[in-house]
Structures are given as C-alpha cells and as structure tokens.
C-alpha cells in the first residue's frame, strides 16, 4: 500500500514536473504556468498554491496594496510583517519586509511575462 | 509558452487598474451628488435635490458600466470604498460650482485612461471609453448651462426660488 501511494506521488511529481513552466523566479517564490490544467502555481517555499487566473489578479491586487512604507514606520507596522490571505482564505501567510518586496516584484514581473502587463513598473491599485 | 493569461483577459492590468481606479470616482461622485441632494432639500431647493437625486443615480449607472466591462473582459472590478464625502456647502451656487469642477476631475481621468490604453495598445479600453468621453461632454455643458441660468437670474430676491425653479428643465 505505502509502495503504491509513493508511486503515485512520484508519477505526480512528474507529471507536475513536465508540465509546469516556470514564468518567473524572484529571490524566494516562483511562478509556473501549467498548460494541461490551464492554470499557474506559486511556489511559496513552505507550500505550493494552485491558482486560477483570477485568483492570481486577486493576488496581485493584494499583494500591491500592501504599503510598504509603513514597514519603515514603527508607528504604522510595528513588527514589519503582513497577513497575507489567499484564495478565499484557503491559505494564510505571514510575510516580512524582504518577502514582501520579492512577492511585489514576482507580480511585476509575472504578469508582463504572462503578456498581460506592458510594463515592469506597476500603476498604483 | 500559451497565452493562458491572455486567453482569460482581453485587456491589460495596467488598465484595468485605472477603470478600477475609474469605479472608485464614479462611486464617489455617486455620493457626492446624494450629498448635493441632502443638501439641497434641507435648504428649500427642492428642484435642485430631484436634479442631484438623478445625478447621483447616472454616476452609479457609469460604475457599473465600468464594473461590467471589467467582468466581460475577465479582470477582476473591485466593489469600492467611498470616504470623505463633503456635506457642507455655503450656497446653492456654491453646490453647482462644486458640480462642475467634480465632472472637470472625471472628465480628465476618463482623458487620462484613454491616453493610458493608447499607450498600452489596448484598443479594447480605449473604444470602451468612446462612450465616456462624450457623456462627460454633455455632464459638463448641462452644469455649465446651469451656472450661466444662475448668472443671468441672480441671486437677489426671488433669485434662488426662480435658479431652483429653473433647474428643472435639465432634469430629463
């Protein structure tokens, strides 16, 4: 029985394997693009999300709504980190300062790898 | 690569930012003219508040023509938060000076997006926005025919109960 659970996982892994495309790598997260499931996945380190098109925008609103500058303000955020819900609140992570700005750029950057974005620089949202 | 990202939107993000943005005015406005008709009703014009009631009803109708645009283009339109809506104003020419530098700000933000998409090269928005830019035109011409009604009248005497008056030929 274990013997069969390890082979399916292994079969996944593979199958997840070949048919993800990486679309962007920052410092700490990872973009992919799946083609067969027609939908991308965030590697987050501690998981990997699954994310529809438009779970990945919600996630790009959120992340760049979150006020960075308040980081550097005591006052504002005293502990320098964010909650960060996703997905309907199926995920939950607390993000630092650093990760904050990383998650920013993977955003910036994924979506105008994804053709969607005309450039680097995001408008404010 | 495929263009699943494209597959599910027909504009850009940068855009759907800005008509996001564009929700928010518009929702502002909104609340801003049922302001204008509080106003109004508590000072004795009444005309004048039937005219902002509708005012405020038309600004809720261009959001959800945005917001549904957003929808059909599969992006996501956010449902916005309105804050810092003014209740104070010193007069009735005041409340229509007030109106037309509103319809000023959003007839230069609507500007403002079509020169974005443009940019872009997101057709898509920028003919969705045809609609908008002549709507602004005609927002701004019937304020200003207004406060040159307001100006010939004047404010002394029954002034203020004819301008009130008056004001209902611009209620359709």
Request: aromatic share 10%.
């Amino acid at each position: 029985m274990l013997h069969i659970e390890v082979f399916v996982f292994n079969l996944n892994k593979d199958y997840f394997c070949s048919s993800m495309k990486v679309v962007y790598q920052s410092t700490y997260y990872t973009l992919y693009q799946s083609e067969s499931q027609r939908c991308f996945y965030v590697d987050f380190v501690q998981k990997t999300v699954q994310m529809s098109f438009c779970q990945l925008l919600a996630l790009r609103h959120k992340v760049l709504s979150i006020p960075i500058e308040d980081h550097f303000d005591s006052d504002l955020n005293k502990h320098g980190f964010e909650l960060l819900q996703l997905c309907n609140k199926e995920h939950l992570f607390i993000l630092n300062t650093l990760e904050v700005l990383d998650l920013k750029s993977l955003v910036e950057q994924g979506f105008v790898l994804l053709g969607v974005s005309a450039k680097s620089e995001a408008l404010s949202v | 690569m495929k263009d699943i990202a494209r597959q599910a939107m027909s504009i850009k993000v940068e855009s759907m930012d800005l008509l996001n943005s564009q929700i928010k005015m518009e929702a502002h406005a909104s609340a801003t003219y049922l302001a204008m008709a509080s106003w109004c009703e508590q000072n004795g014009f009444f005309t004048s508040a039937k005219f902002f009631f509708k005012q405020a009803e038309e600004e809720r109708e261009h959001m959800m023509k945005i917001f549904n645009f957003l929808i059909d283009a599969g992006g996501s339109p956010y449902s916005p938060e309105v804050t810092n809506i003014n209740h104070d104003y010193s007069s009735i020419v005041d409340v229509f000076e007030h109106t037309l530098d509103h319809e000023i700000a959003v007839t230069k933000s609507i500007h403002n997006i079509v020169m974005k998409a443009r940019e872009l090269g997101d057709l898509t928005t920028e003919r969705f926005l045809d609609w908008f830019v002549m709507e602004q035109v005609e927002e701004e011409n019937t304020i200003r025919d207004i406060l040159d009604m307001i100006a010939v009248t004047g404010t002394e005497g029954v002034g203020l109960q004819v301008i009130d008056d008056h004001v209902g030929n611009w209620i359709n």
